[in-house]
């Protein structure tokens, strides 16, 4: 398992640490993280952790030691810490280690990616010119992906991801809506083994337009997608306004939720599982996931994050992996 390290002056090492302080973690994979020892034992000093959790220093993921938390360092020299700050170094770090983990993932040294959080600004370069994570991993592996946010009451799929609520509406063609139904119920099906997955899409407009009164853009763009899909045997529903759709529960009747903005999947999401959910991208040719918090400078060195997120993000990846590899085996060679 790649881990990388996210903002060295955030929580992403101590959520790192304290998931893999459990020696129980070891039986369901190999970490290999992709950072720095020393950074590692700077913040492993700021924890109340046992002091018999040591650090395996690996040249290579091929030469990872299991039942050991393995690091790959990214440089000899020192690096500097300015713990709850956003500095440069810490966005060159955050590149660096998901350029290698992304580049061992494809060479097949490692099975699955767990990114710790960076932060979206510092990380900003000539050769990093991305708004997050997903948005990087799409081009990295040449795909469409979907941003899909999940914990154990609901899973959220976003079709714009980041990008700023006034283009929203232009963003939200015909074929970008198609495309993400689609990739949603390919992954509910492959990555979470429903065979015959529901999901709902949600409204643009407020009460769903009210039938033109407020708008006609959820009839006359999103209706027709969701009934081409429902041609070709995709169970979509929609569209729903959000408001009751979240405030009757009615997403426990889907599998999963397509939203059409970031805030519209992100606030009901994150105000069900804010310390628990994870990231994930559907659609790669291989498994990311992501605790579904930032880089939490506010509390950075002082052993108040939860790890459960990212213990999660771990589970999640190997269930993944798991579920795809039964999928493949099931479908590879079906009966005409």
């Known amino acids: 398992m790649a881990i990388t390290q ?22 369901l994979c190999t970490p290999v993280l992709y950072g720095n020892t020393k950074v590692a034992s700077y913040h492993k000093k700021l924890l109340s952790m046992q002091q018999d959790f040591n650090f395996t220093s690996v040249k290579d993921a091929s030469e990872a030691c299991e039942r050991r938390f393995n690091v790959i360092n990214l440089t000899q020299e020192e690096v500097k810490i300015d ?73 959220i799929g ?17 074929n970008l809506l198609y495309d993400k139904i689609m990739l949603m119920n390919e992954s509910l099906k492959r990555d979470f083994g429903i065979t015959i997955p529901k999901i709902a899409v949600l409204a643009l407009d407020p009460h769903a337009g009210d039938n033109g009164v407020i708008g006609d853009f959820d009839m006359k763009v999103i209706k027709p997608v969701i009934e081409e899909v429902q ?24 599998d999963g939720v ?17 310390s628990e959910g994870v990231n994930y991208t559907a659609g790669l040719p291989y498994v990311r996931t992501s605790p579904a918090h930032g880089t939490g400078y506010d509390i950075a060195g002082k052993d108040k994050a939860s ?14 992996l798991r579920n795809r590899q039964e999928y493949d085996e099931l479908t590879a060679n079906p009966l005409k």
């Open 6 to 27: 996210g903002d060295i002056n955030g929580v992403g090492y101590e959520v790192i640490l304290k998931t893999f302080g459990d020696s129980r973690m070891f039986d």
């Open 83 to 155: 713990l709850g700050k956003s500095t440069d170094v810490a966005g060159q770090q955050s590149r660096e280690s998901l350029n290698r983990a992304c580049a061992d993932l494809k060479a097949g040294k490692v099975d699955v990616l767990v990114t710790a959080p960076i932060n979206k600004r510092n990380i900003q370069a000539p050769d990093f010119d991305f708004p997050g994570h997903t948005e990087y991993l799409s081009h990295q592996f040449g795909c469409s992906s979907l941003m899909f946010m999940v914990c154990d009451r609901i899973r």
């Open 158 to 174: 976003v079709v714009t991801n980041h990008l700023a609520l006034k283009d929203v509406p232009g963003a939200l063609t015909h």
């Open 231 to 254: 041609g070709k045997g995709v169970l979509a529903y929609g569209p729903f306004p959000s408001d009751g759709f979240f405030g009757s529960s009615e997403f426990n009747k889907f």
């Open 258 to 274: 397509l939203a059409l903005y970031h805030d519209q999947g992100l606030i009901p999401f994150k105000l069900m599982s804010f």
């Open 307 to 320: 790890e459960q997120s990212m213990r999660n993000a771990v589970y999640l990846a190997c269930n993944i």
